[in-house]
């Protein structure tokens, strides 16, 4: 389904289960931390309209 090349370990699964809430919060800092480097690259870099449009 998601194409992966090896199947998932089932030590991680259950590492992932019971630590679910820390994995998500370090996930949605991942994410704002990557949405702030894109807005950083389009304020300091305006003059790359296609650099722009792909962040």
Request: hydrophobic letters at 45%; glycine letters at 2%; aromatic letters at 8%.
């Amino acid at each position: 389904m998601l194409g992966l090349k090896l199947p998932t370990d089932p030590r991680w699964v259950n590492i992932v289960e019971m630590n679910i809430d820390e994995i998500l919060t370090d996930h949605a800092y991942c994410e704002q931390k990557a949405a702030s480097t894109a807005i950083s690259l389009i304020v300091n870099f305006p003059e790359y309209p296609d650099l722009v449009n792909e962040m």
